[in-house]
């Protein structure tokens, strides 16, 4: 089980990016998979995740309404489409994956998770 996080990169406030999580040895749509993200001296911190088997997605409170996240189980591939950027988003963003099916709250906890991509550093300047 293998992610691979891309897409990460400087932005200005205001702009957008597109995160990939891209899965290899698994198929994604199997697995819950969540994205994190950890700014400098900070823990690692819920941003979204998406249950396995066609489940909607679902956000941290800080992201709500501007990052929605979806799959594509063609390409083997989660999108988090980053939009309306704010300098407190700056951090490593890292995917996650789960064979667990567990309650939401569970998704939005490290310790849930069995397998984590390298992480790709957002950069958002003011």
């Known amino acids: 089980v293998q992610l691979q996080a891309s897409g990460g990169g400087l932005v200005q406030a205001g702009g957008s990016l597109r995160l990939s999580c891209t899965a290899s040895?698994?198929?994604?749509?199997?697995?819950?998979i969540g994205w994190f993200r950890q700014a400098p001296g900070k823990e690692r911190e819920f941003v979204a995740a998406i249950r396995r088997s066609g489940g909607a997605p679902f956000y941290g409170d800080s992201v709500k309404g501007r990052v929605p996240m979806s799959r594509d189980i063609a390409k083997n591939t989660v999108y988090l489409q980053m939009n309306r950027l704010r300098p407190t988003d700056t951090g490593v963003y890292y995917c996650?994956?789960?064979?667990?099916?567990?309650?939401?709250?569970?998704?939005?906890?490290?310790?849930?998770?069995?397998?984590w991509g390298q992480g790709t550093e957002v950069t958002v300047s003011s």
């Open positions: 040895g698994f198929t994604s749509d199997d697995y819950a």
């Open positions: 996650a994956a789960t064979s667990l099916n567990p309650i939401m709250s569970a998704l939005m906890t490290t310790g849930t998770y069995e397998a």
